[in-house]
């Protein structure tokens, strides 16, 4: 069964920075495309930012120059830093896997507070 799980997230002041984490086990299950999309109260589930296998990134033009994706295909992780954190920020964060076929794989989510 593939499961992706997600660290980080909780409470930070405005300008502030934030790591999130998500592992995907089994560690060999293969994803073209590893991501982070948010969705905050009464919105639709945005696309943050992803990357590809072949270190491809994308961000959303609201995080871009603030936010940082990585991905360490080998331990299947991957990495979302967040610096410069806006209240507009806020919302509940959610781990993506692509398949090569196009399959999706969700996390069940970290919740971030941007608050003072």
């Known amino acids: 069964q593939v499961q992706l799980v997600e660290s980080g997230g909780g409470l930070v002041q405005p300008g502030g920075s934030q790591r999130l984490s998500c592992t995907a086990s089994?560690?060999?299950?293969?994803?073209?495309?590893m991501g982070w999309f948010r969705q905050a109260p009464g919105k639709q589930r945005e696309l943050v930012a992803k990357?590809?296998?072949?270190?491809?990134?994308n961000y959303t033009d609201s995080v871009k120059g603030r936010f940082t994706i990585s991905r360490d295909i080998a331990k299947n992780m991957v990495h979302l830093q967040m610096a410069g954190l806006k209240p507009e920020d806020t919302a509940i964060y959610y781990c993506n896997g692509e398949t090569f076929f196009g399959v999706a794989y969700w996390g069940q989510g970290t919740q971030v507070t941007v608050s003072s």
């Open positions: 990357v590809n296998n072949n270190g491809i990134t």
């Open positions: 089994p560690r060999a299950f293969d994803f073209y495309a």
